[in-house]
């Protein structure tokens, strides 16, 4: 069963006055962003979005979590089309963007209390998710006491707090180190695999596309839409060594084959048109 639907979607700005960009060779203020965007995601899928820096891969995410519409097209959330933020769908994002005047254990629990969960049972659940992310022993320090990753641990344990349907990620690892970004894919699999959420995660990361995605969506370079989907015929529960071994190197071979296109196609845009951004 399909969750999302993403139907001929096409999404513009208006920029403000005085503002341009260049439309093959025409001064226009409205920059259009996703074009003829299709998009099918399956219930319990973990779909990852890749595609060069300003395809809309973000712009995307907003849409599916009613930050903002379409300007045509419909994205539709369980058959419903998406007009705004809906209680199914949580975010994380690449700044870790806790609330700094909340212990890790109140952060989590803050999207409970808007849904009016008792004191007690938000605590056995923050405890429970700080667990699963081996940070029981940290949950009564704010955000400036924890490391880059353990913030975004709280972050991830936040938004599954309310056991969303969905959970968008917008590049949530790309501002960690290399080894602290491993450990956290490792540990984002290892718990998404024990739920029913549905996640699209954009990366720039074709290795950790290729690691955590059931499927990978290639995105064009401007106008954005979908170019290609590559099935990842990894077998789960995924680990640390199946990194090394050929089958992930045959399947990082073709989404790089698939995107690379669209990476060169990008820079030579910006060569010969700088866009507005
Ligand atoms: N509110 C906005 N107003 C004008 N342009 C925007 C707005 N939001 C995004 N854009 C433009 O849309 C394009 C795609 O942005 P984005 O989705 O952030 O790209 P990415 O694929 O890197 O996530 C960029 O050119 C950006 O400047
Ligand atoms: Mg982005």
């Known amino acids: 069963m399909d969750i999302i639907i993403a139907e001929k979607v096409n999404k513009k700005f208006q920029l403000k006055q005085g503002q341009n960009i260049n439309n093959n060779g025409v001064a226009s203020n409205q920059i259009e962003v996703l074009s003829g965007f299709d998009l099918k995601i399956k219930k319990g899928e973990f ?60 952060n989590i629990e803050f999207g409970l209390e808007s849904r009016g969960v008792l004191k007690e049972e938000r605590i056995k659940i923050a ?76 990366t720039h990361s074709i290795d950790e596309a290729v690691f955590l995605a059931d499927r990978v969506a290639v995105v064009t370079a401007r106008l954005g839409k979908i170019k290609e989907i590559i099935e990842i015929d990894l077998p789960r529960p995924r680990n640390a060594e199946l990194r090394s071994s050929n089958e992930f190197a045959a399947n990082r071979h073709k989404v790089w084959g698939a995107l690379k296109a669209e990476v060169n196609k990008a820079q030579q845009v910006w060569k010969l048109a700088p866009v507005f951004t």
């Open 47 to 106: 779909l990852v979005l890749v595609g060069p820096s300003g395809s809309g891969k973000s712009v995307f995410l907003d849409l599916v979590g009613g930050l903002s519409n379409p300007t045509s097209g419909v994205v539709y959330l369980d058959d419903k089309p998406v007009v705004a933020p809906s209680s199914k769908t949580a975010y994380v994002f690449q700044q870790y963007a806790l609330f700094p005047w909340r212990t890790a254990l109140s």
């Open 127 to 202: 405890r429970e998710l700080l667990s699963l992310f081996g940070l029981s022993d940290f949950e009564d320090r704010f955000p400036y006491q924890l490391s880059g990753g353990m913030q975004q641990r709280v972050a991830i344990a936040r938004a599954l707090a309310t056991k969303p349907e969905v959970l968008l990620m917008d590049e949530p690892f790309a501002a960690l180190d290399a080894q602290t970004r491993e450990i956290l894919q490792n540990e984002l699999i290892r718990i998404w695999e024990g739920t029913q959420t549905t996640v699209i995660f954009v």
